[in-house]
């Protein structure tokens, strides 16, 4: 049972567009819902997280919009850029357990010029 | 600025041979876990540990075994290697519940 569905698998946007990128989850006990950016040949590292208590969060070009009932959050890069064409991973974890995540599958972002 | 190292980026190995990969942290992190990412299945997590000798089972640790004997190193050992082990291997380290994860460059292991 996957417990983080993300979508889509692939994404390809022009230079200046807006990516998008979902998740949804299904256990009501995560607080806590990360993005990671994974370039080639790197691990992933913190993009920007979010918790329940806010439906919006900004950090520059990345905000994470969070729909608590219908238990699905996505992330929105505005103004993409080449240098955005890496792979995202959502996550999400509770409070137990060292806060371990679960993650989706990835999508891959290409952002063409 | 802070860190986490895996001691190869590469491995190569025979089939039943006894692999170790290293992690090591300088963030002072209690959490610290092992995952394996493979193309279209994400990051799924092996083992975790929250403190010095102590671990957990992810959700697929079987032919996997761990070591945490210092609260910087974090071990996993794989018993006796096989083919569908072939895969990348992350590591990181978390300061605990509601933060996020400092990842590892990850080690691609290639089991032949």
């Known amino acids: 049972q996957q417990q983080v569905k993300q979508s889509p698998q692939s994404l390809i946007v022009q230079k200046g567009g807006i990516s998008i990128i979902n998740c949804a989850y299904e256990n009501t006990a995560f607080d806590y819902f990360p993005w990671y950016q994974q370039f080639p040949g790197k691990g992933p590292a913190l993009l920007i997280a979010i918790r329940p208590d806010v439906s919006e969060k900004k950090e520059g070009r990345f905000t994470i919009s969070f729909n608590k009932s219908a238990k699905q959050f996505s992330l929105h890069i505005m103004d993409s850029q080449p240098g955005d064409s890496a792979t995202y991973f959502c996550a999400a974890s509770k409070g137990t357990n060292a806060g371990k995540s679960t993650f989706g599958d990835g999508t891959t972002l290409t952002v063409k010029p | 600025d802070v860190k986490v190292t895996q001691s190869s980026r590469y491995l190569v190995k025979r089939t039943g041979e006894k692999v170790f990969l290293e992690c090591v942290q300088d963030m002072d992190h209690e959490n610290m876990f092992w995952y394996r990412q493979d193309p279209g299945l994400g990051l799924r997590l092996i083992y975790f540990s929250y403190d010095v000798k102590m671990k957990e089972k992810g959700d697929i640790p079987e032919g996997y075994s761990v070591s945490r004997e210092k609260k910087e190193r974090f071990s996993l050992i794989l018993e006796s290697a096989s083919t569908n082990q072939t895969s990348m291997y992350l590591c990181?380290?978390?300061?605990?519940?509601?933060?996020?994860?400092?990842f590892g460059s990850g080690t691609r292991l290639t089991v032949v």
């Open positions: 990181a380290s978390s300061l605990g519940p509601s933060h996020g994860y400092t």
